[in-house]
C-alpha cells in the first residue's frame, strides 16, 4: 500500500453523456498521518444528481464547485486503518465527504462515525444525504398535513422514495411520478405509493385527473420535464412546491421553461428551492425525526450497486437514463 488511485476533474461538462474526457485517473502517493489526522479505506462511494452541479462553472451557487485538477467530490463511507487522532481509533467505521477515491487523509471535520448495525448500502441510502435531504425537504419546507395530498417526481430515487413513504407514514395521499412500469410497480406494491404515473405514458392529465381527483396540495419536485405544467394546473390553492432537483435539465446547455407564473398568481402557491448544504449544521435533529420511520419498519430502500472506481464516471450517466434502481453506489 504505496499509492492511493484517485479520480480528478479535469473539464467541465459541457452537454450531454458524462464521459472519460471530464476526468484523469491518477496514481498518487500515499498521504502521510499526522498529529490529529486519521486514514480512511472509503468502501463505498455514493453518486448522487448534485454532482452536476458539482462538476458545472457556475460559481453563483450553493456550493463551490470542484476546482479541475482536484479529486471529484463526493460522499462515502470506510474504516479508519491509521489514526493519530483522539476521537477516532483505528477500525472506526466513519462517512463523509470522501471523494473520488480509496483513501482519503481527514482531521475529522465533516466526518461522522457510524455506529447503525446496518450495511453500507444501507447507511448511504437512508441515513446519509438521501434520508437528511427528504426529511429536510418534506417536513421542513413542504410541511406536509395528513389528509392531504402529495405528488413526488423521481419517486423511485433515492430521495423521492424516502418522501414518499414518509409522506404515506403520516397520512397523506401519495402519487409517484417515474419512467418505468417497473419502478411504477416497485413504488405502489413494495412501498405503499397510492398510485404511480409513468411520464413516458398516454393522457397524463388525464392519469393526474383521476389520482389526484381533490387536487394536489404538495408538490416535492426532483427532475423537471414536461409534466411540471400539468401537475401546478391542478394544485390547490395555498399548495406548496418543493424543489429539491431538475435532473431533466441537469445534461442541457439551456434549461426547459418552468410553470407559468399565472397559475401560481391564481393558487396563491409557495415555491422554495433547497439544498442540503444549507442544512447540514442540523444533521442531527434530521436523523432523530428520520430513524424512529426506520425502526418502525416505515422505510423501504433498494441499492444499485456498481463495483469498481472508475465505473463512477460512466454510472453518472444512469441518471439520464433513468436506468438505476434504487441508490446509486459505487462499491471499492
Known amino acids: 500500500m504505496t499509492t492511493n488511485t484517485a479520480i480528478n476533474l479535469i473539464k467541465r461538462p459541457s452537454g450531454g453523456p458524462i464521459n472519460a474526457d471530464l476526468f484523469a485517473v491518477v496514481e498518487k502517493e500515499m498521504p502521510g498521518v499526522g498529529a490529529g489526522e486519521f486514514l480512511v479505506k472509503q468502501n463505498h462511494m455514493s453518486l448522487d444528481p448534485a454532482m452536476f452541479g458539482w462538476m458545472s462553472p457556475d460559481t453563483n451557487s450553493y456550493i463551490p464547485p470542484v476546482a479541475l485538477g482536484d479529486v471529484m467530490r463526493s460522499s462515502g463511507i470506510g474504516e479508519v486503518i491509521e489514526s493519530k487522532h483522539p476521537d477516532f481509533k483505528v477500525g472506526d467505521r466513519v462517512m463523509g465527504m470522501m471523494g473520488w477515491q480509496h483513501y482519503f487523509l481527514s482531521n475529522g471535520q465533516g466526518v461522522n462515525k457510524v455506529d447503525a448495525p446496518l450495511p453500507d448500502e444501507a447507511i448511504l441510502s437512508i441515513f446519509a444525504l438521501p434520508g437528511l435531504t427528504a426529511t429536510q425537504g418534506l417536513f421542513n419546507v413542504g ?190
Open 143 to 332: 410541511k406536509p398535513k395528513k389528509g392531504e395530498t402529495i405528488i413526488v417526481t423521481g419517486a423511485a430515487g433515492s430521495v423521492g422514495s424516502i418522501v414518499g413513504q414518509l409522506a404515506k407514514a403520516d397520512g397523506l395521499h401519495v402519487i409517484g411520478v417515474v419512467g418505468r412500469d417497473e419502478k411504477a410497480d416497485w413504488i405502489v406494491n413494495e412501498l405503499g405509493f397510492d398510485a404511480a404515473i409513468n411520464y413516458k405514458s398516454d393522457d397524463l392529465d388525464g392519469q393526474l385527473a383521476r389520482y389526484a381527483a381533490n387536487g394536489i396540495d404538495l408538490y416535492f419536485e426532483n427532475t423537471g420535464g414536461p409534466i411540471q405544467n400539468l401537475i401546478v394546473e391542478r394544485m390547490n390553492a395555498h399548495g406548496r412546491v418543493v424543489v429539491c432537483g431538475l435532473i431533466a435539465d441537469y445534461d442541457k446547455e439551456v434549461a426547459s421553461p418552468g410553470p407559468s407564473w399565472i397559475n401560481v398568481i391564481k393558487r396563491r402557491l409557495t415555491i422554495q428551492g433547497f439544498t442540503m448544504p444549507d442544512h447540514f449544521h442540523e444533521a442531527p435533529a434530521l436523523l432523530e425525526k428520520l430513524t424512529p420511520y426506520v425502526m418502525a419498519g416505515k422505510i423501504k430502500h433498494r441499492s444499485h450497486v456498481i463495483e469498481g472506481l472508475e465505473s463512477a464516471i460512466e454510472g453518472l450517466n444512469l441518471f439520464f437514463t433513468g436506468e438505476n434502481k434504487g441508490k446509486l453506489i459505487v462499491k471499492l
